[in-house]
């Protein structure tokens, strides 16, 4: 069995770069069908700690981790006022999609959409751009970033691994919150 991470296997890189100059691209989609204007993931080539390596990095926008975050922290207090309540809980199916485990009471849904409310009002979901690094990733490294950009496009992925290439990146310090897309139908 082997135990290195072959993301940073120089045959496996070589092999990478080859596939990139045959796109013409300066990245490859993980998962093509899966890119939406608000997250797409993509591999691409970059150092880490003066090695080359390979990079999977998941890119979104900072509304989509606004939203995220606000769903958290309301799933985290419906859990709270009601102890049996399992959660949302979902597993990915062979074909990638989310199949849900849990069906919501009304009474838990209307909690969550009050909390969600509260939470807003206060500030508490707000989020700001961010660069996950996770060095302990099972293929090369895992990125997690998060612009405050209205759509991600490839000219939005491109500027990224050149800006997160030469250390020329700079992320937005401020907070920010998003309005809610979605409107309670009575």
Not at 29 to 45: L, N, P, T
């Amino acid at each position: 069995m082997q135990t290195s991470n072959l993301g940073f296997d120089p045959a496996e890189i070589e092999q990478f770069k080859e596939e990139l100059s045959n796109s013409g691209k300066p990245f490859q989609f993980v998962e093509e069908e899966e890119v939406s204007g608000d997250m797409a993931e993509f591999m691409f080539i970059g150092s880490y700690e003066g090695r080359p390596v390979i990079y999977d990095c998941l890119l979104g926008t900072l509304q989509l981790a606004y939203e995220s975050n606000l769903l958290e922290m309301a799933e985290a207090k419906a859990k709270e006022k009601f102890p049996d309540y399992k959660g949302f809980d979902f597993e990915i199916d062979e074909r990638g999609n989310g199949v849900a485990h849990e069906e919501e009471s009304e009474e838990v849904e209307e909690y969550k959409a009050y909390a969600m409310y509260e939470i807003e009002e206060a500030g508490a979901a707000n989020v700001a751009e961010s660069v996950d690094l996770d060095s302990d990733f099972e293929f090369g490294i895992g990125l997690e970033v998060y612009l405050n950009l209205p759509e991600i496009t490839e000219t939005v992925i491109v500027k990224f691994i050149d800006e997160f290439n030469s250390g020329t990146l700079k992320l937005d310090p401020v907070a920010y919150s998003f309005e809610s897309d979605d409107e309670e139908e009575d």
